[in-house]
């Protein structure tokens, strides 16, 4: 609840910024004016990083002794007051191996957020640096030890937002489920996990839940990156879009060109890549041929698959949720069940985590996930990282208009001129299918523009890595539906 209120002020009142939501309301005392948060990238390289505040301040990493006492500003923010509505529905009706599965659920819920009046309290930066102009960093510390080995990056807190009275958080949800026997989503990717099959029931759920929140509760923040040189040597990233990182030997060169290629910056709309980022990483070309995997999976856990993916395409939290699990057995950790009470019980269900202990949750090293797990961890997170338009518009797309559109957006991928209106396939031939692609293209900041019986696509100035993630999505759902 905490985490999807302080998202939503953040999408409402910075969507092109720096801020950055809190998610866990334990994390409010560690963001002090120079404290220290871990940046810590994922992945792909167009998903956002995560971001871990720390028990440190900057002055807690200096040699010297001396503590830093911040310059701090306090102004007046805003008053905020937010109310989100979702109402989902789907249904399910499957069968793979011995195990048979119908579910429908249908379910509803508004997330009302009253902050009242907001501070915002912002670090003196001249004061900082002038402060520490002389200091370096101790390379003992055992915090830098940690991040230097994981090639992690460190930050520190220059501005945060804060509540200046009690408010609160009310959640209220009904749910409706009916459902004969339960199959495991991951199950069905390849990993051994333990399901329970339940008899027919019918479960209808009410919930009303509030969250009162102290005063002084950090609810987004910024943050400057640090660049630490192996000599102890620092400095502080002011310039946007700048990246910090512990310096790396020369031999690892090509490591460090991965890497910042796998950082997404946070300001403009997500999505920075270098010029010098590889010229293979760029193309969709290889990433697709990570996704074939869904297509040899069989057809009842596909039809299972792709109708789970379509519900998750409408409820954002639902889907970041999924992404989020996936990509911990893909990186070998243990899966967090901490925050399931969060996830829509249709979703929760289709993964069975309510129904598994928490040793039944295999965990795999890097090298031996299976392949249909990596490929649907690839498909979540390219679909995560589309707007809610987007997600809305793929959700309503027939399979043989998602079959079209790969193929269009495949022609394009690899033809640096336009295509001839005769080549689109047939269904895009229909001005009203047509019209459908324009529109799911628009909401990239793609643009179709006809001439002379010559088919262009521009991308617009916003549109990032957007067209990649949009291939990787309609690819992946094309070969589920196939």
């Known amino acids: 609840m905490f985490s999807k209120a302080t998202a939503n002020f953040v999408r409402q009142v910075d969507p092109e910024g720096s801020l950055i939501h809190v998610s866990r309301v334990n994390d409010s005392h560690k963001l002090v004016p120079m404290g220290l948060v871990v940046k810590r990238n994922r992945i792909w390289a167009w998903q956002r990083p995560k971001y871990q505040p720390t028990d440190f301040t900057l002055s807690d ?82 915090l830098v030890q940690q991040l230097e080995k994981r090639a992690e990056v460190l930050a520190v ?163 970041s949720y999924l992404q989020c699990v996936l990509e911990e057995l893909c990186c070998g950790q243990t899966v967090n069940t901490a925050f399931t009470e969060e996830l829509p019980e249709i979703l929760r269900e289709t993964i069975a985590l309510d129904l598994l202990e928490l040793d039944d949750l295999p965990q795999y090293s890097q090298n031996d996930v299976p392949a249909p797990l990596k490929a649907a961890h690839l498909l979540v997170s390219a679909m995560e990282e589309l707007s809610d338009e987007t997600l809305h518009l793929l959700s309503e797309s027939r399979p043989d208009f998602l079959a079209a559109l790969d193929a269009l957006m495949s022609g394009f991928g690899g033809s640096n001129g336009p295509l001839s209106v005769d080549s689109l396939p047939a269904l895009l031939q229909d001005n009203q299918a047509f019209q459908q692609a324009e529109q799911l293209l628009g909401s990239i900041s793609v643009m179709l523009s006809q001439d002379a019986g010559q088919l262009w696509m521009e991308e617009g100035d916003n549109a990032g890595v957007l067209p990649l993630v949009l291939s990787l999505s309609v690819h992946g759902l094309t070969l589920l539906c196939n």
Not at 75 to 104: C, I, N, P, R
Not at 175 to 190: D, E, I, M
Request: hydrophobic letters at 30%; a negative charge.
């Open 61 to 142: 990493l200096l040699l010297g002794g001396e503590v830093l006492r911040p310059g701090v500003s306090e102004t007046e923010f805003l008053t905020y007051k937010g109310t989100y509505s979702d109402e989902h529905s789907g249904t399910l009706d499957t069968e793979a191996g011995h195990v048979s599965v119908s579910l429908e659920g249908r379910s509803t819920s508004k997330l009302h957020s009253c902050f009242d009046k907001l501070k915002k309290e912002e670090l003196d930066v001249k004061k900082l640096l002038s402060d520490s102009h002389s200091r370096l960093v101790d390379m003992k510390h055992v």
């Open 157 to 319: 807190v220059k501005e945060r937002i804060l509540t200046t009275s009690s408010c609160s958080i009310t959640l209220k949800k009904k749910q409706q489920c009916t459902f004969q026997g339960l199959l495991g989503l991951l199950g069905l990717l390849g990993s051994s996990v333990k399901v329970s099959v339940k008899d027919t029931n019918n479960v209808e759920v009410d919930s009303d839940v509030s969250l009162e929140i102290p005063s002084d509760t950090v609810i987004a923040y910024s943050i400057l990156e640090l660049e630490i040189k192996k000599d102890g040597h620092y400095d502080i990233c002011l310039q946007p879009g700048t990246i910090g990182g512990f310096e790396e030997d020369s031999a690892s060169t090509s490591r460090s060109l991965i890497d910042s290629f796998d950082t997404v910056d946070g300001k403009s709309n997500g999505h920075t890549i270098p010029e010098e980022a590889p010229p293979s990483v760029l193309q969709d070309g290889s990433l697709k041929m990570d996704l074939f995997p869904l297509a040899e999976l069989p057809q009842s856990t596909r039809c299972a698959l792709i109708k789970k993916l379509r519900e998750s395409l409408r409820d954002r939290p639902a889907l």
